[in-house]
């Protein structure tokens, strides 16, 4: 789903008025008029006038910090910023001239100098509100969301009838996982502003992740009927609807994302998704090559846009998507997953097992891969690794004869299929399900110590796979010409262990 939405951050400058009575013809004189120019939109003109009061007084440091605010208006930034810098070189106490080269930076995108700006104007005016308000956008905006809900507070201290600031707050709460937090600062939000669209589609987001999906529909009702072409309300309510299987609705939202924003490329990959689910392998491949075109570096668009190539039967072309995929994305197991099938249908059984081997690497928590690869090693006929990994998802509750007739009909089927005859204890194994399946003591240790020398496994998946603790299969490793640091995760399981340890 589409992430949250903070209310914008308030990028007006502050404007100085004159601290004294203006006569005419005076600095304080042109200075002012600059100011009414300015609040009328006429940027330029207010320039001229602050350019004059600057002849005149070359030391007025309003004149600066209002020459600026008009720059900043323009989206000159960095006149503004220096105009800004003089100010403060002037009249180093003028909180104003932080705030605004403060808002200038973080404009730019500078958000380590605009920090340092809005600091100086905190200490300067601790009762500057918008300067708080601008300091959790800025903080959000790095992460650091405690931060940022220091900020709001202070801001809600200053100014507790403002319904952006409890909007942002509530975003830090959300990206903090503290939804119930967040949905209370929503719901004030939207006591104070009854049409505050954004805290509408935000509470909708924290009631999805907080395990309310209808109420999520419920609040992206109220955006759709406030501000019915706010895609995000759309593509977000058909990401809920996908969620809950409700394909038809999932297609209509996201649909509807697209026409109001054609460049939204997450509506096309739902879409797609949702497409793929249906069986539309065209329309879920179209697709996916939007999203692609929208965003070449997204691995999960090709991934998919590979697993409707190969429902469609077209192997070659979801190949080389899945190899795409790991190329932008080469930890996600899924895709090996999808490679090695795909490899396998074409009989490439080398292929597919290397694939299958790097999916139990990256997921070797997920019993059904074992018997994923050992089908794999059964059509190549390496009967002991076959074995070897029908064994293993045994012993963790897959029922691999369920899974095997589900596939293949029965063991005929297979044989005449795969033109590959099953040695007699391999069908005998294939029989078995778990609540009857009997092994030696030592026949699991070894079998859980192969996998372990692999690498395939660390110590602690591999003691749980040979049914003992991992403190007695560590002792045990020495029998098979084994160290206790076999693997890389093992060694940085250890580590991060001991650094757990010390700080006790």
């Known amino acids: 789903m589409q992430g949250l939405v903070n209310a914008s951050y308030n990028s007006s400058f502050v404007y100085a008025n004159s601290p004294q009575a203006r006569k005419q013809d005076s600095t304080e004189a042109y200075n002012d008029q600059g100011i009414d120019h300015a609040k009328n939109g006429e940027y330029d003109l207010a320039i001229t006038y602050f350019n004059k009061a600057i002849e005149l007084n070359p030391d007025y440091a309003e004149a600066y910090i209002n020459r600026g605010a008009a720059y900043n208006d323009k989206q000159e930034l960095d006149k503004a910023i220096e105009n800004c810098s003089i100010a403060i070189t002037l009249n180093p106490k003028f909180a104003e001239a932080y705030y605004n080269r403060g808002t200038a930076y973080y404009a730019k995108g500078e958000i380590d100098l605009a ?50 600031i409890y909007n942002n707050r509530g975003v830090a709460y959300y990206y903090k996982g503290e939804y119930d937090r967040a949905i209370i600062d929503y719901d004030k939000a939207i006591e104070l502003n009854p049409d505050h669209v954004l805290a509408y589609n935000n509470r909708g987001l924290a009631y999805n992740l907080n395990g309310k999906p209808d109420c999520a529909i419920e609040d992206f009702d109220k955006v759709i009927r406030r501000k019915p072409d706010y895609a995000e309300a759309y593509y977000n309510r058909g990401a809920i609807y996908g969620n809950k299987g409700e394909v038809d609705l999932a297609i209509r939202d996201s649909s509807k994302a697209i026409e109001l924003n054609p460049g939204h490329t997450e509506a096309y990959y739902n879409r797609g998704g949702a497409y793929l689910t249906k069986g539309l392998v065209d329309k879920a491949i179209t697709d996916f090559t939007t999203t692609i075109k929208l965003k070449p570096n997204d691995g999960c668009a090709y991934n998919y846009r590979g697993v409707a190539y190969f429902n469609k039967g077209n192997l070659s072309q979801a190949i080389e998507d899945f190899a795409k995929a790991i190329e932008l994305n080469p930890d996600f197991a899924e895709t090996y997953h999808y490679r090695g099938k795909a490899y396998y249908v074409k009989g490439d059984l080398e292929k597919a097992i290397v694939d299958y081997t790097q999916m139990l690497v990256l997921k070797p928590k997920v019993a059904e891969s ?94 749980r796979l040979a049914g003992v603790s991992r403190e007695k299969f560590w002792y045990l490793m020495g029998d098979y010409g084994l160290s206790l640091f076999g693997t890389a995760e093992d060694l940085k399981e250890e580590l991060e262990n001991a650094r757990k340890a010390n700080h006790q």
């Open 115 to 164: 920090i340092k700006d809005y600091t100086m104007a905190k200490n300067l005016n601790p009762d500057f509100v918008e300067v708080y308000y601008n300091s959790g956008l800025v903080y959000s905006e790095k992460c650091q969301y405690d931060l940022a809900v220091e900020n709001y507070d202070k801001s809600i201290e200053l100014r507790s009838d403002d319904s952006r």
């Open 370 to 463: 074992y018997y994923i690869r050992g089908e794999a090693y059964l059509r190549a006929k390496q009967w002991e690794e076959a074995k070897r990994d029908l064994t293993a998802a045994i012993l963790q509750d897959v029922d691999i004869r369920e899974v095997f007739l589900n596939t293949h009909e029965s063991f005929d089927a297979f044989e005449k299929k795969t033109g590959t005859k099953l040695p007699e204890d391999i069908g005998h194994l294939l029989s078995s399900n778990p609540e009857s399946f009997e092994i030696d003591k030592d026949a699991r240790i070894a079998l859980a110590m192969k996998y372990y020398e692999n690498e395939e496994l660390s110590s602690g998946l591999a003691a």
